[in-house]
């Protein structure tokens, strides 16, 4: 396993692995089994939140349970642990307490190494509901003075010059933020910690799962890659500027596999970083052939998720990630979080090709992605 400092604090080394525990198997002692297998490899950093659910009856928090008991396999000093406070819009310093001594309980543990103290933290969040008087900052600030956690850090899905506002604000030593293969819109905000003395953790470095199912299209950019996984992550530690990655690892297999990637010393090579590049400019270029994700063609009469099924496609015709594109487009249906249907239930109205400024065959695309994409 490879090792680099939290940030400015060199005597802190994290595992550039992390074991992200959103997504534990169902079966807890299987899930405690993946984590101390892990650790036995030399991973020393576990992710979760409060928020996260886990357990056979998917209960909210018990991620956090299983965290800890993961923990009991070494001296607590040896390890390394983030949660979350969900504490949301009552950031009421009081809640904002309560919540943190329940990720406490649950956890089984006296102190949290890297506390993200507000999950999901956006600029207009920290400002209006985290940083005012009697709210979630003042609370913050009193449980590290009393050393119930050790490093202020933030978790965000904001844009990157918001998240750079947030890096100004000077108070934090770390952050979590999404990178990875087909997403590297945060890299300038990745570097800019960086260079502020921030250690930088990663979630989704496959890409939420996109990049965990094997795609000949992406592993022929470094041919020696063992797998579209490995690639993935010998990606996003290639930066320089990054510290760890978190991955969800439900299986003994996986966690083999992500360990042994995360062992080998040596980064992707420049050649191979230069052709990665070039190939997916070239990939996102003929990605914007078919749907550019507009939304100019919406809404549709009949309810018809149009630039979600189309996103679907171009994995699929783009990337070859054939499995995660008929996963993403069954989510589409009535009982979708936004009530958007898949493409058979077009009629044929025609209203979103006149609406198309880019001229798409709107129709007949919706016919092919169904019957691609569909049962």
């Given amino acids: 396993m490879q090792y680099r ?35 036995d490899l030399g991973l020393n950093f576990i992710d979760t939140a409060m928020g996260y659910s886990a357990g056979p009856e998917g209960k909210s928090g018990y991620s956090e349970v299983l965290v800890g008991r993961a ?11 983030s ?4 504490v949301g819009e009552d950031c009421d310093a009081d ?3 309560e919540q943190m001594e329940a990720s406490l309980t649950r956890l089984d543990t006296d102190y949290i190494d890297f506390y993200q103290v507000y999950h999901g933290l956006s600029w207009d969040g920290y400002v209006e509901r985290f940083q005012p008087a009697g709210r979630g900052l003042e609370a913050a600030m009193k449980a590290k003075d009393q050393g119930l956690f050790r490093h202020f850090s933030f978790s965000s899905h904001d844009t990157p010059e918001n998240i750079m506002k947030l890096i100004d604000e000077g108070i934090f030593e770390s952050m979590l933020v999404q990178y990875n293969l087909l997403d590297q819109s945060n890299q300038d905000a990745i570097q800019y910690a960086a260079e ?30 063992m797998s579209t996984p490995e690639l993935a992550i010998r990606f996003v530690l290639s930066n320089p500027y990054v510290t760890t ?11 083999d596999e992500n360990c042994a990637t995360a062992a080998r010393p040596e980064p992707l090579s420049a050649d191979e970083l230069a052709g990665i590049e070039q190939a997916l400019e070239e990939n996102s270029r003929l990605s914007e052939l078919y749907c550019t994700g507009c939304n100019y063609c919406m809404p549709c009469p009949q309810n018809v998720g149009i630039p979600q099924a189309f996103s679907a496609m171009n994995m699929h015709r783009v990337w070859g990630l054939t ?20 493409a058979d239930a077009c009629v044929e109205c025609g209203e979103c090709e006149e609406k198309c400024p880019q001229n798409i065959p709107i129709i007949e695309q919706l016919k092919e992605t169904h019957a691609t994409l569909g049962e």
């Fill in 5 to 39: 400092p939290y940030g400015k604090h060199e005597d802190i080394q994290l595992s550039t692995l992390g074991f992200g525990a959103m997504r534990l198997p169902k079966d807890d002692d299987y899930a405690v089994e993946c984590m101390t297998h892990a650790i």
């Fill in 71 to 81: 923990l009991k396999c070494r001296p607590r000093e040896e390890l390394y642990l």
């Fill in 83 to 86: 949660t979350k406070n969900s």
């Fill in 95 to 97: 809640v904002w307490w």
């Fill in 196 to 225: 502020h003395g921030m250690a930088v953790f990663i979630m989704g470095p496959v890409g939420g799962g996109r990049l965990g199912m094997s795609s000949e299209k992406i592993n022929e950019l470094v041919p020696d890659a």
């Fill in 245 to 255: 990655a978190f991955s969800g690892m439900n299986t003994i297999e996986m966690v």
């Fill in 323 to 342: 499995e995660a594109a008929k996963g993403r487009y069954a989510r589409l249906g009535p009982d979708s979080r936004q009530g958007l249907l898949q």
